[in-house]
């Protein structure tokens, strides 16, 4: 072949070697990235260790929050165990060893483990799994007589959980962890009670499946079943279980259920890498990057990974934002933790360090080059069996819920506080970050060792509100809203309708509907009231994410201006007789779960005997 030595066209050839170069997007230390937050974690659980030998609880980790002794804290017995496979660090070897010995005392004569301080034994399944995955490594440095002592409590913890586990006894999320537990447990201790009991439980989960892939089985139990659906939940345990069962039993069947639902829940991973997890059941406990006591999106990612490549990238960028909820190596509740609360409970630290221990020993890259996820193409997604949907402009990406479960306990549920009734759950502006969350309608301590006092919060989530002597009355409490969903040139819509409702589900006389209108610009809500049986003062309300950068200044008395970063943002109300008003209480705007702040902005519409119906439109746009 003949070297062609034209000047102009070397020059070509060489923009285009250049070119091609800085279109390849640069890769990332995914498996380093992993190890160096685990390592942040477990430096900062060992230094809650209990290490007075004469102590009944030596070995124990100490939560400074809930001044006690979590038994599920010894489930950092793995990602000390991996911390010492990894590097050699004896002080490691020796504090997961402890740990375990500590954890073996604390079990009950039938092999379970209550989930101390409360009575609930459902955990056993999270303490086997971690217990097993130790002695898989240890077991070379224990003595004779600890081998016989860690065997005989890890096969009185499985032989509970054959007994017991069952969807009628636990949420959905316990009965796929045991499928993975037992088949763990079935590697060091082989029984074929074990594997046929995890298949058992993993095809009962699997039964539970929406015809969008969707578990049902975190919310309350009719008959003998529960339903609804917590995105947290399932991406965090359930399908990781799941798929660990059926990696291990070579379940393909089984697996090829995971692989399909797992993609419909990768749409719920939001462009900074945060988790959608506002508009689930147990939301309460969402803390943006995941739920607070769930374990982590990485050990599911990083087991599917050779499955999609779109895996990998979804778990760094969750890692990546799960840093900035952290301190000193603890995981806070959200991303202000630390401007609104104080030291957190350690739950969420030592779930996510097992995550992440087995995510690392999972992976079987050790770099990645990202690649786009569902959240950076612009479009509609609607998820019909979940009734809502998520959007993607060039700058926003929002959720829309009208998701409708109804729990059996009403009012007295923890499930029915969630946001729903078209309300926009979560509402992401690029260079921005959250402009708008959500969180309980009112806030309840439904477990009081996991839910921070919390006195005279308001709800972050928009809403639409009156309280008269009847009682409150909002579209959060109207579970059985009707939705259109639609997308044309560029813009996405959203239609809803509903009537206003109290905490029991009785509608109060005012109906109303949104309309929502998505540009790369500007996101429109327009506000319908109809007056049917009364009339009366209505507030639509419009909380704003508060970070430390952010202000908010009144231009007229139809705007404000609203600036974070880089990036400034205008709220104006744009047709309609109603009073717009800042800061009213803005002290109250504050939430535990998701650690956040607003800055609430309210449309007071007054009530007018003239008309049955009133609109109002507002919309934030972008400026700068």
Same mark, same amino acid.
């Given at each position: 072949?003949?070297?062609?030595?034209?000047?102009?066209?070397?020059?070509?050839?060489?923009?285009?070697?250049?070119?091609?170069?800085?279109?390849?997007? &640069?890769?990332?230390?995914?498996?380093?990235?992993?190890?160096?937050?685990?390592?942040?974690?477990?430096?900062?659980?060992?230094?809650?260790?209990?290490?007075?030998?004469?102590?009944?609880?030596?070995?124990?980790?100490?939560?400074?929050?809930?001044?006690?002794?979590?038994?599920?804290?010894?489930?950092?017995?793995?990602?000390? !165990?991996? %911390?010492?496979?990894?590097?050699?660090?004896?002080?490691?070897?020796?504090?997961?060893?402890?740990?375990?010995?500590?954890?073996?005392?604390?079990?009950?004569?039938?092999?379970?483990?209550?989930?101390?301080?409360?009575?609930?034994?459902?955990?056993?399944?999270?303490?086997?799994?971690?217990?097993?995955?130790? *002695?898989?490594?240890?077991?070379?440095?224990?003595?004779?007589?600890?081998?016989?002592?860690?065997?005989?409590?890890?096969?009185?913890?499985?032989?509970?959980?054959?007994?017991?586990?069952?969807?009628?006894?636990?949420?959905?999320?316990?009965?796929?962890?045991?499928?993975?537990?037992?088949?763990?447990?079935?590697?060091?201790?082989?029984?074929?009670? *074990?594997?046929?009991?995890?298949?058992?439980?993993?095809?009962?989960?699997?039964?539970?499946?929406?015809?969008?892939?969707?578990? !049902?089985?975190?919310?309350?139990?009719?008959?003998?079943?529960?339903?609804?659906?917590?995105?947290?939940?399932?991406?965090?345990?359930?399908?990781?279980?799941?798929?660990?069962?059926?990696?291990?039993?070579?379940?393909?069947?089984?697996?090829?259920?995971?692989?399909?639902?797992?993609?419909?829940?990768?749409?719920?991973?939001?462009?900074?890498?945060?988790?959608?997890?506002?508009?689930?059941?147990?939301?309460?406990?969402?803390?943006?990057?995941?739920?607070?006591?769930?374990?982590?999106?990485?050990? +599911?990612?990083?087991?599917?990974?050779?499955?999609?490549?779109?895996?990998?990238?979804?778990?760094?960028?969750?890692?990546?934002?799960?840093?900035?909820?952290?301190?000193?190596?603890?995981?806070?509740?959200?991303?202000?933790?630390?401007?609104?609360?104080?030291?957190?409970?350690?739950?969420?630290?030592?779930?996510?360090?097992?995550?992440?221990?087995?995510?690392?020993?999972?992976?079987?890259?050790?770099?990645?080059?990202?690649?786009?996820?569902?959240?950076?193409?612009?479009?509609?997604?609607?998820?019909?069996?979940?009734?809502?949907?998520? +959007?993607?402009?060039?700058?926003?990406?929002?959720?829309?819920?009208?998701?409708?479960?109804?729990?059996? %306990?009403?009012?007295?549920?923890?499930?029915?506080?969630?946001?729903?009734?078209?309300?926009?759950?979560?509402?992401?502006?690029?260079?921005?970050?959250?402009?708008?969350?959500?969180?309980? $309608?009112?806030?309840?301590?439904?477990?009081?060792?996991?839910?921070?006092?919390?006195?005279?919060?308001?709800?972050? $989530?928009?809403?639409?509100?009156?309280?008269?002597?009847?009682?409150?009355?909002?579209?959060?409490?109207?579970?059985?809203?009707? $939705?259109?969903?639609?997308?044309?040139?560029?813009?996405? &819509?959203?239609?809803?309708?509903?009537?206003?409702?109290?905490?029991?589900?009785?509608?109060?006389?005012?109906?109303?509907?949104?309309?929502?209108?998505?540009?790369?610009?500007?996101?429109?809500?327009?506000?319908?009231?109809?007056?049917?049986?009364?009339?009366?003062?209505?507030?639509?309300?419009?909380?704003?994410?508060? /970070?430390?950068?952010?202000?908010?200044?009144?231009?007229?008395?139809?705007?404000?201006?609203?600036?974070?970063?880089?990036?400034?943002?205008?709220?104006?109300? +744009?047709?309609?007789?109603?009073?717009?008003?800042?800061?009213?209480?803005?002290?109250? *705007?504050?939430?535990? /779960?998701?650690?956040?702040?607003? *800055?609430?902005?309210? +449309?007071?519409?007054?009530?007018?005997?003239?008309?049955?119906?009133?609109?109002?439109?507002?919309?934030?746009?972008?400026?700068?």
């Amino acid at each position: 072949m003949k070297f062609h030595s034209n000047p102009r066209i070397l020059c070509l050839l060489f923009l285009i070697v250049v070119a091609a170069a800085c279109t390849k997007k &640069q890769e990332v230390p995914i498996k380093q990235s992993i190890e160096t937050v685990l390592f942040r974690m477990d430096s900062a659980l060992i230094q809650l260790q209990n290490t007075e030998a004469a102590d009944t609880n030596y070995g124990g980790i100490w939560c400074p929050h809930c001044q006690l002794y979590h038994t599920r804290a010894a489930e950092a017995v793995y990602p000390f !165990t991996y %911390k010492y496979h990894l590097t050699g660090d004896k002080k490691y070897l020796n504090a997961a060893v402890d740990l375990g010995n500590w954890l073996i005392k604390q079990q009950l004569a039938d092999g379970s483990w209550k989930e101390t301080p409360e009575e609930w034994t459902g955990t056993s399944t999270d303490q086997l799994l971690m217990m097993s995955l130790s *002695y898989q490594i240890l077991d070379d440095y224990l003595t004779d007589t600890e081998k016989q002592i860690w065997l005989n409590s890890l096969n009185m913890a499985g032989k509970y959980l054959v007994e017991n586990m069952t969807p009628e006894f636990a949420s959905i999320n316990y009965v796929a962890t045991t499928s993975a537990s037992l088949m763990v447990l079935n590697t060091v201790s082989p029984d074929k009670i *074990y594997t046929e009991k995890a298949k058992k439980l993993a095809w009962q989960v699997l039964a539970k499946m929406d015809d969008d892939y969707f578990i !049902t089985g975190e919310g309350g139990r009719v008959f003998d079943a529960k339903y609804g659906v917590d995105l947290a939940y399932n991406m965090e345990m359930s399908l990781w279980g799941l798929g660990l069962y059926a990696t291990l039993s070579n379940d393909t069947a089984a697996l090829n259920k995971v692989l399909k639902s797992t993609e419909r829940h990768l749409y719920f991973i939001y462009p900074d890498g945060s988790v959608d997890g506002s508009w689930g059941i147990r939301s309460n406990k969402w803390t943006c990057f995941g739920g607070a006591t769930s374990d982590g999106v990485q050990v +599911l990612f990083s087991l599917l990974s050779e499955y999609d490549d779109r895996y990998l990238t979804a778990a760094w960028r969750n890692l990546e934002y799960l840093k900035t909820c952290m301190q000193n190596g603890m995981v806070g509740y959200g991303p202000l933790h630390w401007e609104i609360m104080d030291t957190p409970c350690i739950y969420s630290t030592f779930a996510k360090a097992k995550n992440l221990a087995m995510a690392h020993s999972f992976l079987k890259k050790d770099k990645i080059e990202p690649v786009d996820l569902p959240a950076d193409k612009n479009g509609l997604n609607t998820f019909p069996t979940l009734n809502l949907a998520t +959007l993607r402009t060039d700058n926003f990406c929002a959720t829309i819920t009208a998701y409708g479960y109804k729990d059996p %306990k009403g009012e007295k549920s923890k499930y029915m506080f969630r946001p729903t009734g078209g309300a926009i759950s979560n509402l992401w502006l690029k260079d921005y970050g959250f402009l708008q969350a959500s969180s309980q $309608t009112e806030y309840h301590r439904w477990e009081p060792m996991h839910f921070p006092e919390a006195e005279k919060v308001e709800s972050l $989530t928009p809403r639409i509100e009156f309280e008269n002597e009847k009682g409150y009355f909002t579209n959060l409490f109207e579970f059985d809203a009707t $939705t259109n969903f639609k997308e044309n040139s560029g813009e996405i &819509q959203a239609n809803v309708y509903g009537e206003l409702k109290n905490r029991t589900q009785e509608a109060g006389g005012i109906g109303y509907s949104y309309h929502y209108t998505f540009t790369n610009t500007e996101v429109i809500k327009t506000v319908k009231l109809r007056y049917h049986s009364i009339s009366d003062t209505v507030r639509i309300v419009e909380p704003v994410i508060d /970070y430390k950068e952010s202000s908010f200044v009144a231009i007229d008395n139809k705007t404000i201006s609203i600036k974070n970063g880089g990036r400034t943002i205008l709220f104006e109300l +744009l047709s309609g007789n109603a009073l717009l008003t800042m800061g009213e209480n803005a002290e109250n *705007y504050w939430s535990p /779960y998701p650690a956040l702040k607003a *800055y609430p902005l309210v +449309l007071t519409v007054l009530p007018d005997s003239t008309t049955i119906e009133n609109e109002i439109s507002f919309r934030f746009r972008i400026v700068q």
